[in-house]
């Protein structure tokens, strides 16, 4: 009989989540009852971890039912908390709409499937993104499955996507320039005289695995139809998966860890190779060090006290490399459709990106620059994702440390923070016209003063555009992404015509 341990890790108002420590490999796979867990209280979640590790995993969350906030409900009614699930799964976006318009400048609740969710008002986001470090728990929010990382593990991720994968951008620009050239030779529809018909959020996650795949995992694996397959799949369930994962950045993750064991396989033995090169005696000089993510996770991890296994390293990078694919391919699709359901602002991005005059031998510095000066480009793809956003809620964090906010509101440790960003962003107070689609609205406002060339770039966060999250724990990929999206477009400008089609069933 395995031995199974279970420990209380958080005790939100709405779930608490239980933490099994797996003494055996295979400990919490046969659904055996858990020591310290008394009856009914948890349904055991199960993952074999592959490799026969002593391992952490969390099990199972359990909704609560206290409510210490005197805040108002918007979907409980009485006692029907099984009515309000069902709404918040049904008409999430309706709901976020109401309360945004009974409650914008101050604070409410939702009831949701993991408890309690406090909506909070974009007037309060600065003065709550300003706590002291550790009052605040993204990871514990996003509900990363601790399986898979501990939040130090994380933090170093983030790190080494915000030095390393960031800082390289330049560098990186002619091998993503590759991985574009590659794609449409090889995954968009050949296109005669007469129009082709594609269907843009099909290939969109191939597209993406394979462009950002060969900066995460290197050239050896981002092509392997194998590796594509695995990938697109998980983004196809998320599409079929429906309001799940839509709602959270933090289902995409868990979800991606039950799919990700034969990749973990697959990238190992890339990594051992990659380590024992560099080991090898003499090999100081002249070994090609790879431009990716695995390279800069790889050399990070070697300068640890406590180095971690390949293992973790090749977890850590497929959850994130998996979630991320999905809300690259979705910002990407919608960017597509955007541009082809409005033919003028089309010719006008075209006009900007045909001065980049890409070339099939890769891009020089000029060009990098002119990249990030694409400011038709960049707004429209701000405008896009402002009317269609990857989630419709961000800023997920757990209260740590209660804190009292400037309206004298306490927020309690276990309060389960979010951000409406779908809704802030349909704020008539904050954007002209709101609900009106115009592609050039950033480019205008970056014109207008020096100190908005940032503030509306489409990498610019702020408590007005919160689609990449805010502050400490805010998207540290979506240069990256960003770069990749407007490199995509530009070749696709240059080269193809593009229109709606409707395919008939
Ligand atoms: C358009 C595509 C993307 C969108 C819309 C997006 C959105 C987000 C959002 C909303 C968050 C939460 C931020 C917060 O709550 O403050 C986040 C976090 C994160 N994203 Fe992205 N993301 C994108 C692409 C990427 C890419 C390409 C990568 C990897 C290179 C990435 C890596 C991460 C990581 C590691 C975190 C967690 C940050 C932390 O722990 O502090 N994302 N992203």
Redesign the pocket.
Known sequence: MPIVLAQPVSNLHGAVIYVVACLEADAANDGSRVAGLADGEVALRRRSVGNGDPRLGVIGRVPGLSNPLNLPVLDLDGNDYQGAERAYRQNLRGLLHEGYQKYKHGFHQLFSPIGFLVIASADHIQEISQVPEGALD??GATQIPRCLMTSRM?SD??HT?LTD?TRQLGNLLPIIHEEIEYCFQNELPACEANWTPGNIQKLAPRLIAII?GRVFVGPGLNRKEEWINNVTQFVDDVFAGGWKIKEY?HFARRFAARFLIPEIRQLVPIMRERLASLNAPGSSEGVELHLDLLQWLLANNATLPQPRSLENLAELALV?FVG?TH??AT?LTNVLLDLAARPADLEVVRKEVSQMNLKATGLNLKQSFYINQTSKLDSFMKESQRLNP??LM???RIVRKPFILSNGLTLPSGTHLIVPACMISLDPEIYEDPEEFKGFRFAELRAEKPENMRKYQFTGTSPTAM????????????F??GTTIKLFVAHLLVKYDIKLFRFRQ
């Open positions: 993204f990871q994380i991720y983030t996507i994968l950002m950045l994130a991320s809300t690259a910002t990857a989630f961000t800023f997920s689609h990449f999250g805010y502050g400490r724990n805010g998207c540290p990929g979506r990256f992404a």
